[in-house]
């Protein structure tokens, strides 16, 4: 949480003291597994920057990982049902292996030999196991004059045994795998000539390429082919050097493998060639900066004589390029291509931008190749940010610019939606590289201009032109997409997913253009949207929103001068076709009015302190339409109430220039063609804020005092029964109240109340972390969310006795409680797909060449912004207080309501309450099996299926069913038994049917065996006390005293034991109900199910269970009969003895000496292991005088020490 939010912001000794603490927990033995998975992961992000930590500072033993590994990967129980892992435990462990790498002692790798060599019997499965070990494990990066205790212990003897094998054995992939990672940490200091051939001819097999007329049979699961992306680390590495060998081979490599890549060629084998296309220059760029921008740090630099030169990228560019270029039109589509060439122009556009430009142009002229013109365009945008800085290399680059925005023009196009998208994201990607200033005047002044400059100069006056015919283009393709057009009347008056994604596409892509353009083109620009939106009116569904976007946009860019255009005109249409009382009653408005509104509703949603010199205006046209009795109007005037209320009271960016400072200044001072591809400053980003003025915060309160007010004591007194209203009246107060709470939410201070005390026994303070986001709460005024949220209360319980099937109003009433219990200025759903396109455009656009960060000055406020909105959603391990209970409980009560719209709404909002509070599923389990009781008489059907849907949980959140915990799972399992002999339960139901078989199915994929023991070793609190003592920072904290260490023991002892206690009621429980008379059979088998989930391998089952699974051995349905046996070979495991075992000396046996050096096969020392047909033991003495060994593998290799 911390490191989420400020990244590693502590000192170095705290950081060392931090992961030897973790790592001491990490390794407890008898840890419970999804413990042992958070550590894992804390630990990984705390080493995920090795840079950070040097040798000198950090050291960790290896031994513990490897028998934590040996233990949860190769168990001896968990095939036998005595242990459940997650599926993700594999890979964490993995992860947190390599994390530690580089960390493990001088001597590991000798000790790691001895422990290992002894597995490699290629005759056996244990090989696998030895080199999947060998490749985790070997620390490759340790420095040169620790390379004899290092790869030069197993580096002849591995590749000696990569070279021998020929049958692409499993395991050989791992080789590869660890040679590639060696070859990458140690440039320069192995000879990989000799193998070169080898490698590339190994390299060239194993990606299956059919050859000939008749069809290689290649085997349908690749297993065993290589992973191309480290065979890409191999090559990458091996490149450069003396003698220039591997660029001849990997130009011979793509000889023979390029006529593969033409586009009409297609097969199985193609994701692989694409793949390879793709990493290799990603590859070169990060090994040149590594070479050639990377801070200087602890590891081994590479030498000089083997860095790579410019001739070597040089030619690796010119190796790669005609494949790539096949590769654009493939059958898989041109992302590969575009992402290889994005790598290979930042090495030389001279060579990749070109013939990129020459397939680009005759694409935009024909009309009748779309998928031609989409490959090259999105190609064009990888390459975007080299063409346009020009550089060294290619100084004519920025040239091609204006012409290719031109040509760009006529792909905005209603009829093919494709072609429209990659239009879109194309002339966006250029303008918000290129300020679009028009710079021809500069040519009279200055004479200092390079050739380049001066053509730029006079081709900029085409930008005005430019932006004007983009425009024509856009309501252009906004008229013929009006609903009329588009459909008949009968259908869908929502707009289709495809129109929505137009609309993005075409407001961002506007808005950009606004943004980097200059005040003269602005001007021209917003005089004609002006004048587009004012002389049309609009239906408000699908052309409406497109309008009105363009209209927000403009209004985002320069706030003040548009609303001067914009406000006045709408607030007088408005106000005059609301003169008349009438119009108050219409049932279908005026289009007119409509639009006006919908136009002015969006056009708030910019800087506030702007809003504020209209605020007369907007309370007027508020005081008109939003009691307005047409449903549409009033939806829009909700809008604009919480637009206003948005904009005065939230914490954002007001400008997204690529220049700070914008382009206003006279050409004299200032020279935009110098800020071409120019990317933002991350110590100078001068973000402009909008942070909320007093003036602001009070003309917030005032639309709350005038709007939300009245319709408050409105529906209290509604919900007393002093007051008659319509349902059409409810719905529309409820509506007014919604929005003012997601338009003010963030000057809302949270809800108050109690603490639910008694939840659970701590001994740490279970407070709260509260953060500040800038936010002064006001509390002198009313704090409208205590009062919405009373209000809210008492009109749920009115509806719900008195007209509960007013379903539309239970809507809203669900939306307002999700809002008062979370939200603070912004929605997670919202902020979670900031993120991820966020991650897309910085991919698209990045510079990996020179790195450190280097990216559009909009892209990193955006990811300011961000931050910031991460921050206003930390609501993690918030307090459960008596307020926030009631709410829940409400939300509970209608999640097992009559309506199923209105069930699965509440138990959407009920799943997200129940993951914000501590430990509040202690306090609601309780009442949730309540419904499930069999002697409860007064449960119906739907509230029994409400129920059970609360226990069962959405895909991502909380499972109540199945939470990690003895006191939960204690509870819920045998009431979902016992609930079989409910009154409201029918099997012939199907839907219930299916969520019994869900619940039963959710909960064995979910389990996890859970801890009985939870002592914590010496060695752990010996690592705490240090980190309690670290002397940065300082704090005021005294160590704990030897009293409070005693009493947490003691606590500790009492939990393992109550944990135990839980353990075995649980288990008598689960019999008792499978015992009960007339329990029908279904629950019977779930029951069974959850029993064989309790099998262990640190307790025996208890007796009567074991009975139980005996007798079910030969059950009358199969479905037990399979659990029994599985379960009854579990159970023989756990009651198993343990073998004798007796220490022997092979040598003295054999009678033969130690060998000086490994030799693999028969030797004289492990003869005696061998089958020998004449002297089989058939005697009582020889029998009993025969030594045996029962691994096979033993002694193939080397003898374990």
């Known amino acids: 949480m911390y490191i989420r939010l400020y990244g590693r912001k502590f000192s170095r000794e705290d950081h060392v003291l931090f992961i030897k603490l973790l790592y001491e927990l990490v390794t407890i033995p008898r840890l419970e597994i999804s413990m042992m998975q958070g550590f894992a992961r804390l630990l990984i992000n705390l080493l995920k920057k090795k840079e950070l930590l040097s040798r000198d500072d950090l050291e960790l033993p290896w031994r513990p990982l490897y028998e934590m590994l040996e233990r949860i990967l190769y168990s001896k129980t968990e095939h036998l049902g005595l242990n459940w892992f997650p599926n993700s435990v594999e890979s964490v462990l993995k992860t947190l292996v390599k994390s530690c790498r580089p960390y493990f002692p001088e001597d590991a790798t000798g000790e790691m030999l001895d422990e290992w060599r002894p597995l490699m019997c290629p005759f056996d499965v244990t090989m696998q196991k030895a080199i999947t070990y060998f490749e985790l494990f070997l620390p490759t990066t340790l420095p040169p004059e620790l390379h004899h205790k290092g790869f030069r212990l197993w580096f002849d003897e591995f590749i000696g045994l990569w070279v021998s094998v020929q049958n692409l054995p499993q395991w050989e992939g791992h080789l590869v795998n660890l040679f590639a990672r060696l070859a990458t940490d140690n440039i320069g200091y192995i000879d990989w000539d000799p193998y070169v051939p080898k490698i590339f001819t190994r390299i060239l097999r194993s990606l299956n390429l059919p050859v000939g007329s008749n069809q290689v049979v290649v085997p349908r699961f690749l297993t065993n082919a290589y992973d ?71 590891l ?57 430009l020459e397939r680009t142009y005759p694409a935009l002229e024909t009309l009748t190749e779309p998928h031609q013109l989409t490959a090259t365009l999105s190609c064009v945008i990888g390459v975007a940010r080299s063409l346009v800085s020009g550089g060294r290399w290619f100084p004519e680059g920025p040239t091609h610019m204006l012409p290719l925005l031109m040509r760009a023009l006529p792909g905005v196009d209603p009829n093919d939606f494709s072609k429209c998208m990659i239009t879109f994201q194309f002339i966006a990607t250029f303008s918000t590289l290129v300020p679009l200033v028009d710079c021809s005047s500069v040519l009279q002044e200055r004479d200092d201009l390079s050739e380049v400059e001066r053509e730029l100069c006079s081709a900029s006056a085409e930008f005005e032109d430019f932006v004007l015919q983009f425009m024509d283009r856009c309501f252009g393709l906004i008229e013929s997409s009006t609903l009329e057009q588009t459909r008949e009347e009968t259908e869908t008056e929502k707009m289709t997913h495809l129109e929505s994604l137009v609309e993005l596409g075409l407001s961002s892509t506007f808005s950009t253009i606004l943004t980097q353009c200059s005040k003269d083109i602005f001007k021209v620009a917003l005089e004609k949207v002006f004048n587009f939106a004012v002389s049309n009116i609009f239906e408000t569904r699908v052309a409406g929103r497109m309008v009105a976007d363009m209209c927000r946009a403009a209004v985002k860019c320069r706030p003040e001068e548009s609303l001067k255009l914009f406000v006045p005109h709408c607030c007088n249409v408005i106000t005059h076709l609301t003169v008349n009382d009438d119009v108050l009653h219409d049932e279908e408005l005026d289009k007119e009015l409509l639009w006006n509104l919908q136009l002015l509703s969006e056009i708030t949603r910019v800087d506030g302190k702007q809003l504020l010199v209209y605020r007369e205006q907007f309370g007027k046209i508020l005081q008109r339409t939003l009691h307005l009795n047409c449903k549409q ?17 939230l914490i954002y960016p007001t400008e997204y220039c690529s220049v700070p400072g914008g382009f206003d200044k006279p050409l004299s001072e200032y020279f935009p063609i110098k800020d071409w591809g120019k990317p933002g400053d991350l110590w100078n980003l001068d973000i402009q804020w909008h942070v909320p003025s007093s003036e602001e915060i009070n003309f917030a309160f005032y639309l709350l005092d005038t709007f939300l007010q009245p319709e408050l004591t409105r529906l209290e007194l509604y919900a007393l029964g002093e007051l008659e209203m319509s349902r059409d009246d409810v719905q529309q107060s409820l509506a007014i109240v919604h929005n003012c709470l997601i338009g003010s939410g963030n000057i809302l201070p949270p809800l108050k109340g109690e603490r639910v005390a008694h939840l659970v026994p701590s001994l740490v303070s279970l ?81 990996r060449l020179q790195g450190k960060k280097q990216h559009i000055r909009a892209l990193l406020i955006d990811r300011v912004m961000l931050q910031h909105e991460l921050r206003t959603l930390t609501m993690e391990g918030c307090e459960y207080k008596t307020s926030h209970q009631e709410m829940i409980r409400d939300l509970l009560c209608l999640s097992t309501s009559s309506y199923g719209q209105v069930r699965s709404k509440a138990q959407q909002a009920f799943f997200t309450a129940l993951g914000t509070y501590n430990f509040c599923c202690r306090d609601i389990i309780p009442l949730v099996l309540e419904f499930l009781r069999p002697d409860r008489q007064d449960v119906t059907q739907k509230q029994f299926k409400g129920a059970l849907y609360c226990l069962l949980g959405n895909h991502s959140g909380v499972c109540l069913a199945n939470l990690h915990d003895w006191d939960c799972i204690a509870q819920t399992w045998p ?36 801890g009985l023991d939870f002592a914590v070793p010496e060695k752990c609190m010996e690592a705490a006390v240090l980190l309690q003592k670290s002397a940065h920072p300082e704090s005021d904290f005294t160590g704990l005293g030897s009293e409070e260490i005693q009493l947490g023991i003691q606590r500790q002892k009492e939990k393992s034991a109550e944990a135990l206690r839980n353990y075995e009621n649980l288990v008598n429980m689960l019999l008792d109900c499978v015992e009960q008379r007339n329990l029908p059979w279904k629950f019977e088998h779930i029951s069974i199910g959850f029993l064989s989930l309790l099998l262990r391998d640190d307790r025996p089952l208890p007796a009567r269970a074991i009975r139980f699974f005996v007798q079910c051995l030969n059950h009358d349905a199969i479905v037990v009969r399979k659990v029994a046996i599985s379960a009854v070979a579990g159970i023989l495991k756990q009651l198993k003895r343990t073998h004798k075992k007796v220490p022997i000396c092979p040598y003295e046996i054999s009678g033969s000496p130690k060998p000086s050096r490994i030799q693999a096969g028969d030797r004289p020392d492990n003869q005696w292991l061998h089958y020998n047909s004449q002297s089989l033991p058939k005697t009582k003495e020889a029998w009993e005088s025969c030594c045996f060994v029962e691994k096979t593998h033993w002694g193939y290799y080397t003898w374990p020490q």
């Open 228 to 298: 191309v992306g480290h065979a890409v680390m191999w090559i990458t590495a091996m490149m450069g050097g003396p003698s220039k060998l591997v660029q001849k081979h990997l130009s011979g490599l793509f000889n023979s493998i390029a006529s593969f890549y033409h586009p009409s060629n297609n097969g199985r084998w193609l994701n692989k060639l694409m793949k390879l296309l793709q990493r290799l220059p990603s590859g070169v760029v990060r090994r040149l900066h590594r070479e050639r921008y990377k801070k200087v740090t602890w």
């Open 300 to 356: 081994t630099p590479v030498p000089e004589s083997h860095k790579l030169t410019d001739q070597d990228v040089t030619d690796f560019v010119q190796c790669i390029i005609q494949p790539v270029l096949l590769a654009m039109f493939s059958k898989t589509g041109s992302l590969e291509a575009a992402q290889a060439l994005q790598n290979l122009a930042l090495m030389r556009p001279e060579l990749v931008i070109p013939p990129v």
């Open 975 to 1010: 009431a979902i038994v016992s609930s079989g002999l409910s009154k409201a339960m029918s099997l012939e139901k199907p839907s219930i049917v299916r969520l019994f078989d869900d619940l039963a199915e959710k909960i064995h994929r979910q389990y996890e065996t859970i």
């Open 767 to 847: 407070e709260e972390t509260k953060l500040y986001t800038g936010v002064d709460y006001d509390f002198s005024r009313e704090n409208y969310r205590e009062t919405i949220a009373r209000v809210t209360r008492k009109l749920l319980r009115y509806i719900l006795d008195h007209s509960e099937d007013d379903t539309k109003s239970l809507f809203l009433i669900i939306k307002i409680i999700s809002d008062v219990l979370q939200f603070q200025g912004s929605h997670k759903h919202e902020f979670d797909s900031r993120w991820k396109s966020f991650n897309l455009v910085k991919k698209s656009m990045e510079n």
């Open 633 to 649: 109007g009033y939806i829009l005037s909700c809008n604009l109430l919480h637009h206003l209320l948005r904009s005065a009271t």
